[in-house]
């Protein structure tokens, strides 16, 4: 079932938002044509729950300071 993947993705990825965020992008980028697409997002679950999907992104840039209009 999905939700023991989802469960099983948890491990390496403890916020949700994140984890569905990192799903949705790599069902995107690893879907095939003529293939359901849940079983893309199976194939997902199954990797994220094998390594961390994060461990080689690259850290968010911090945002410019903003200056006072004054």
């Given at each position: ?13 403890s916020?949700?938002?994140i ?7 790599a069902?995107?980028?690893l879907?095939?044509p003529?293939t359901?697409?849940?079983d893309?997002?199976n194939?997902?679950l ?5 390594m ?7 850290p ?11």
């Open positions: 079932m999905r939700s023991d993947l989802v469960f099983a993705a948890m491990t390496h990825v916020n949700r938002y984890l569905t965020r990192l799903a949705a992008t069902t995107r980028k879907h095939k003529n359901r697409i849940e893309t997002t194939d997902v199954m990797r994220f729950s094998r961390d999907p994060t461990a080689n992104a690259e968010l840039q911090q945002p410019a300071t903003l200056r006072n209009a004054a």
